[in-house]
């Protein structure tokens, strides 16, 4: 279900569940559920297209050929459109409800209407009519295996038409639960989904093949619906997203996050996540420093304490530095922060584990400090709110043992990692993945392909440590991070491009 946060994404298989249900169990007929689907697409297509228009409408045998039937009548008696009803496997094995609106065409078309009717691949079938759109109601989200002929062939033909294409619920050839696309995959300007946001959409470029997605309203009974199976985080919603910062008599009490970040070579990443996790809000930042490095922190961060450690030939963080950084972190306990440039020293690694290890308090680990995870597993199981992992799938895959190959995969993997761990998970990428393992997985709703250089990463981590210790929330601080980041670059106008220095 909507919120202001997020909208709902289902399966094919919940979708058609909700359908079936609606009208087994509810008692909704199907005819009328079809007929609210169509004319609410053909609605919109009126007001895209204008009137007196001429539409190609090519039908498969499903109720999906049903749905674009019935929107050609609506569009026809609404906006007077010509239409031209191609019926790719003819009128044999129509499901009921398709064979319905294709007989009440017919008696429009016997009254006069103009509408016509033909069969046949496209484009080798006769058709010279010159057409201002098409409608795709070849296959439904039932239709998930390999097209068989002459499906691709026709799909073929309906793309090079070179006209605006509107697909019924979902282009013909695209997956509604992965969004992988077939060989042959229709590319729609726009795609009228009914009843039901489909989690594909948003995976593995779908939207190349969905253009604007709008979803249709369908009468399902809310107490039909399943569990999401997934939820799109909206870039509104960071509006919409509020806690209540502690009214705090000292700036430790408004939330402190300790850095372990910096390394010889790597010190602009300690940087960038301590002004990160500044700018958020945190009451104090305390980032560890060895004291050969220090000289590039004093020039370039004085609101950040820095705690140094160690001695001059010391280029990174070491395990000897153990009782330095644990004595400050008990003293002012809050989060910490491990991993943007820490490097992958045996010492500094040995380090990073002592100390998770030691302390009773929200860890996020970033970039190297990932690799430590695999060692302290147990430690944070069943324990989600107290671990944010923040990997992108290249570490995923090198640090967490990861195996996918593409987004559906990547966000099963995500959320069974999640679950078996106890961990909240930003699996970073386009999209981007929050897996928690108490709550359904999120998505990100828009474009996040411009946060890909380096340095976002190192940013974002500051970011999700000051919210995680404002709001001991991991989905909450995961969530209100990223779209803190996206509202920057959508109120970005500078003609210098979009970089995570403009976020601080």
């Keep these: 279900m909507a919120t202001d946060l997020h909208r709902s994404l289902y399966s094919a298989e919940q979708t058609r569940n909700l359908d079936h249900k609606t009208i087994s169990e509810f008692g909704y007929p199907g005819f009328t559920l079809m007929e609210l689907a169509?004319?609410?697409a053909a609605?919109?297509?009126?007001?895209?297209t204008g009137d007196q228009k001429t539409g190609l409408f090519v039908c498969g045998k499903g109720n999906n050929a049903g749905d674009a039937l019935a929107a050609a009548r609506w569009l026809l008696q609404n906006h007077q459109h010509k239409c031209?009803?191609?019926?790719?496997?003819?009128?044999k094995e129509l499901s009921r409800d398709t064979k319905h609106n294709l007989l009440l065409l017919k008696h429009l078309a016997e009254a006069g209407e103009p509408i016509r009717f033909s069969s046949g691949?496209?484009?080798d079938n006769g058709l010279n009519d010159p057409f201002d759109y098409i409608i795709d109601g070849l296959l439904g989200t039932g239709s998930t295996g390999e097209l068989r002929k002459p499906l691709p062939e026709t799909i073929q033909g309906m793309n090079s038409m070179d006209i605006p294409i509107f697909a019924m619920d979902i282009p013909s050839g695209l997956n509604p639960d992965s969004g992988l696309a077939a060989d042959s995959t229709v590319r729609a300007v726009a795609t009228f989904t009914f009843g039901t946001l489909k989690t594909g959409f948003y995976l593995n470029k779908a939207k190349d093949y969905t253009g604007e997605i709008e979803l249709i309203p369908l009468p399902f009974p809310k107490y039909l619906f399943e569990r999401e199976r997934a939820r799109l985080l909206l870039p509104q919603s960071a509006d919409a997203i509020n806690f209540n910062r502690k009214d705090a008599l000292h700036k430790y009490d408004k939330g402190t996050v300790h850095i372990l970040a910096g390394s010889e070579g790597l010190t602009g990443a300690a940087i960038m996540a301590s002004l990160s996790a500044w700018r958020q809000g945190a009451g104090a930042v305390i980032l560890y420093s060895p004291k050969k490095l220090m000289p590039a922190y004093e020039a370039t961060l004085p609101q950040i304490i820095k705690v140094v450690t160690g001695n001059e030939e010391d280029t990174c963080l070491m395990d000897s530095h153990f009782d330095t950084i644990a004595e400050m972190i008990k003293k002012r306990p809050g989060v910490l922060l491990a991993g943007p440039g820490l490097g992958l020293h045996p010492s500094t690694m040995r380090l990073s584990e002592r100390l998770i290890e030691a302390i009773e308090m929200p860890v996020v680990l970033d970039a190297d400090a990932l690799s430590v995870f695999s060692s302290l597993k147990t430690k944070f199981k069943g324990q989600n709110e107290n671990c944010i992992l923040t990997?992108?799938?290249?570490e995923a895959k090198s640090y967490l043992g990861a195996d996918f190959q593409n987004d559906h995969e990547k966000?099963?993997?995500?959320?069974?990692?999640s679950a078996e761990w106890g961990v909240s998970i930003i699996m970073k990428g386009n999209p981007t993945i929050i897996a928690s393992s108490d709550q359904t997985p999120l998505l990100t709703g828009y474009d996040t392909s411009m946060f890909t250089r380096a340095g976002f990463g190192d940013v974002l981590a500051g970011a999700v440590a000051t919210l995680l210790s404002v709001t001991n929330d991991s989905v909450m601080a995961s969530s209100q991070a990223l779209l803190s980041g996206y509202r920057s670059y959508l109120n970005h106008t500078s003609d210098i491009p979009f970089?995570?220095?403009h976020l601080l």
């Design 38 to 40: 169509a004319s609410g």
């Design 84 to 91: 031209h009803i191609h019926l790719l496997f003819g009128e």
């Design 43 to 48: 609605s919109s297509v009126g007001r895209r």
């Design 391 to 394: 990997p992108h799938p290249g």
């Design 499 to 501: 970089s995570p220095e």
């Design 121 to 123: 691949v496209l484009p």
């Design 411 to 417: 966000l099963l993997w995500t959320e069974k990692f």
